[in-house]
């Protein structure tokens, strides 16, 4: 029992000792990086404002570490995702805010229905918009080392934002990785294509609509998006069709690709039109085809997830056909 204590009391001294050892590294390396925010015009009553009290924050590392145990297959992600039950609450929400989301796309060409469709996914419109104060996870995720020089540069962006007023190191909450409001921007985000629409001064997307929905327009407006396309629609395809044309990098014109025999997914024939287009199985072989157009790419840059951009191009078709 005496050895079992001895090794107990020992094993317990190693451990503080190992925490102290790294809160002290901790604290050496948040005082360099306050310094170099000095120099990038951060001021030091936001620094201070920003990291009282600060530790890091150990769920935040799990959580950047952890691997998904399984992975969905598209049927799975695309029930999960677009429901019913959303595609309902998104013809709610884009009643109730009808005035100002059709403000918002005569000024940035994007069609309402498809702001909804991001607010949907990204947060279950408003709902969820994450739990974690972002200067902590973002100086956890600094200092961890294993994506360092991005987040680091995320932090010194989100100490602009609170420098700016935008919003105060208390109420800047997000995601574990640094994604922020209704829309999850990450910081870099916020800085190139937040928007104060409703003009108080503050560019707010985490309680602001006007400005969540004008930034994500201005986010997709600025990639290119085109108000007058769709995302792109379900199509057959011909039997022997060479799947080496599947995938992004192989464009060609709707009527080019109706003469190699593509059709709509009921069999009637492509439009006749000139607008560029790709080919897409997300499900791969055997599972169902897509022609997709420029905008479904704009998704892409807010997501590069096929599955993500399947999700907001198909959840805005159903909340539009009300």
Not at 76 to 83: G, K
Request: charged share 25%.
């Amino acid at each position: 029992m005496i050895r079992i204590w001895k090794f107990a009391v020992a094993f317990g001294a190693a451990i503080l000792c190992a925490n102290t050892a790294f809160a002290i590294e901790f604290d050496r390396w948040l005082e360099a990086l306050k310094t170099e925010a000095l120099t990038k015009g951060i001021s030091q009553s936001t620094l201070d404002a920003a990291f009282k009290g600060i530790k890091p924050i150990p769920r935040v590392v799990e959580l950047d570490r952890k691997q998904p145990e399984f992975t969905l297959t598209y049927k799975q992600y695309m029930q999960r995702v677009t429901p019913n039950s959303r595609v309902q609450k998104g013809r709610r929400n884009l009643e109730a805010n009808r005035k100002i989301l059709n403000e918002v796309s005569r000024k940035y060409g994007v069609q309402p229905q498809f702001i909804v469709a991001f607010w949907g996914i990204e947060t279950d419109f408003g709902r969820v918009t994450g739990g974690f104060k972002v200067i902590p996870a973002l100086a956890t995720l600094a200092h961890d080392g294993r994506r360092s020089k991005f987040f680091r540069r995320e932090l010194f962006y989100a100490l602009r934002i609170l420098e700016e007023g935008h919003i105060s190191a208390k109420n800047m909450v997000g995601s574990w990785a640094g994604a922020m409001g209704q829309s999850q921007f990450m910081p870099s985000s916020f800085i190139g294509y937040a928007v104060d629409h409703d003009g108080d001064g503050r560019k707010d997307i985490w309680t602001t609509k006007a400005d969540v929905f004008a930034s994500a327009a201005n986010y997709l407006s600025k990639y290119g998006w085109r108000g007058d396309e769709r995302w792109g629609r379900q199509i057959t395809l011909p039997t022997g069709f060479d799947q080496k044309m599947v995938g992004l990098k192989t464009k060609k014109t709707i009527q080019e690709w109706a003469a190699l025999g593509l059709t709509k997914a009921n069999g009637a024939p492509l439009p006749r039109s000139d607008l560029s287009a790709s080919v897409i199985q997300p499900a791969k072989e055997g599972g169902p085809a897509f022609l997709v157009y420029k905008n479904y790419r704009v998704i892409l840059k807010w997501n590069r997830s096929h599955y993500f951009a399947m999700a907001v191009g198909h959840l805005a078709d159903r909340i539009a056909a009300n």
